[in-house]
């Protein structure tokens, strides 16, 4: 199944089913008027919601309505608990050989992860409202899951059975801000502003072969301003997102709905090229002494998505430009 | 005006308003159903609730019932979002001379903060669930406020015009593992497990001339199974709630019902003890050249109340006992 939460007169949107092909929607207000509340009761629901997509995607529901990826906001518009991981190792790896940093001890063994802001997503196609240049904008292209309640304790053997969805991501990072809060050990703030998500969030088996071992074992492919920046693969992520929930969930419960984000897609094989410009950047040190890429300016556009192996795109498209706010 | 939320089946509790002196409740559901909704419409419901207030307190309600804190979940059981500072400048001070750490650069010109998880709080009586005293589990007594919707960009000067409410704090934390968490530069996560909230939240008012530039210039009492541990004044604040809300708000806005906590409530005058283990502990080492304090063991209670001169609560008790999740 495929979910979006089109704009409306509620922060949390109005809930709508997704064709299969990202053309048709058709509004499920009746069954669940928030992906919040689909999550909460999914069990209940699931049936129903599956008759309904069933029907949907065979052109049976004479309510169903054109998709308009303009009109949508992000699958949760907002969130309780929205964390991020850093699950490629490569990405960190060629930061620290770039810029002299000291490796993180313990990253291959432990996940990396920030607990974001959840109150406050932007949408697929929205401007991405920023206050400076100067801060170094940079886009992150990232999968994300979104988990029903995970109890504390919950083990990575079982964390898989929380996911109900997974999408994409574009957190926004500002590059400029984040040394020094990474300094202070109080983790990352004003270096990560409202993060924004892909058109649609999509149950695992809408993947087939595509999801396994808590991956999406697909290329994400990213455009800066139309050219291509890199198509990374979801397949060398380190750790799986169970291994990300058990970890997130050892001292605490996950309420439902919490969205965790796999870090920037990044490739040993650098020849696929990146998932954000700081990884570029890294890779302009190492091959030329010196930056030759600068961070996004206002007017700057993103293009971010998923590719299935026909060239379908099954989270639908992130594209975005950065705005002065 | 004094609020607290009871538990209900719902998630977000049962709205009511509390008389001054904490003995009487008033259902507010045909006003706001949700302290997050109250918060979202201040504006156009201050005079009724005022008036209330009122009548609450003048006995004049005829549907007015005692007001039981073990029935108090957070006044906000869950947030958006959650943003702990760490603003009291002598906590800071005295860990890295006890522990030998490097000050965090720049920590007196800008404020520290970290993201907290919002999805999950516990009421001011509730059990501390939490998976073993190995972790280092210690309480942190703070003050907090909660905002309207704060634009990005507000400054400091505009920042406290968005101060509703104003309530206490447990910040949970397990000590044993921060350090780790700090030194990724990714900031606590599974080192900041659910945060615990005084029984009701309340306006600026309340506290007449004890609320002045952005601080709260109280004492903070702390005792730990029963006894004495300090009571350091919220007057040491060395960046004011409008400090911090300007800095978090920089990059982005804060959605209504934010809640910002001020961090360890600490004093350079040692004299009046500390609002956490890890203080004492510090202390310890200065003094004795080893640690004599032990971390909570299960069953561990902790009593956190702010006094006004006459020795009222006006934020109601926290008083929370550590059990084996």
């Known amino acids: 199944m495929k979910f979006a939460s089109l704009k409306a007169d509620t922060p ?16 499920i207000a009746h069954l669940a008027a928030t992906l919040q509340y689909a999550i909460e009761n999914w069990q209940a629901l699931e049936r129903e919601l599956q008759h309904c997509y069933q029907q949907l995607n065979d052109g ?25 991981g850093s699950l490629f190792l490569s990405h960190g790896e060629l930061m620290q050989k770039a810029f002299n940093m ?70 926004v990072s500002l590059r400029a801000l984040a040394p020094r809060e990474m300094a202070t ?31 999406v074992h697909l290329p994400l492919h990213i455009s800066w301003n139309g050219q ?5 693969n979801g397949s060398d992520m380190h750790f799986g997102f169970h291994d990300l929930i058990a970890h997130t969930a050892l001292t605490r419960r996950l309420s439902a709905g919490t969205v965790l984000g796999s870090g920037t897609v990044s ?36 293009r971010i998505a998923a590719a299935m192996p026909d060239g379908s795109t099954p989270f639908g498209v992130i594209e975005q430009q950065v705005v002065s706010a």
């Open 12 to 27: 949390d949107g109005r809930l709508v089913l997704v064709s299969r092909d990202l053309t048709k929607a058709f509004d």
């Open 228 to 232: 291509w920046f890199g198509n990374p």
């Open 267 to 302: 490739n040993h094989n650098r020849s696929v090229g990146s998932a954000c410009i700081s990884e570029r950047r890294a890779l302009d040190v190492i091959e030329f002494g010196e930056i030759r890429t600068p961070f996004m300016k206002f007017g700057d556009r993103v």
């Open 102 to 171: 000291a490796p993180i001890d313990g990253a291959e063994k432990i996940p990396l992860v920030y607990q974001g802001a959840g109150d406050d997503f932007y949408g697929p196609t929205d401007d991405l409202l920023l206050p400076s240049e100067a801060h170094g904008i940079d886009f992150e292209g990232e999968f994300a899951v979104i988990v029903d309640e995970v109890p504390m304790g919950t083990t990575a053997e079982q964390a898989l059975d929380h996911v109900r969805l997974i999408t994409i991501v574009n957190d």
């Open 60 to 84: 049976q529901l004479a309510d169903a309505f054109a998709f308009d990826v303009n009109q949508a906001a992000a699958p949760m518009p907002r969130t309780w608990q929205w964390l991020d």
């Open 185 to 215: 050990g109080f983790g990352f703030l004003q270096a990560k502003p409202s993060t924004a998500f892909g058109p649609v969030a999509i149950t695992p088996d809408e993947l087939g072969q595509h999801w396994r071992d808590g991956r």
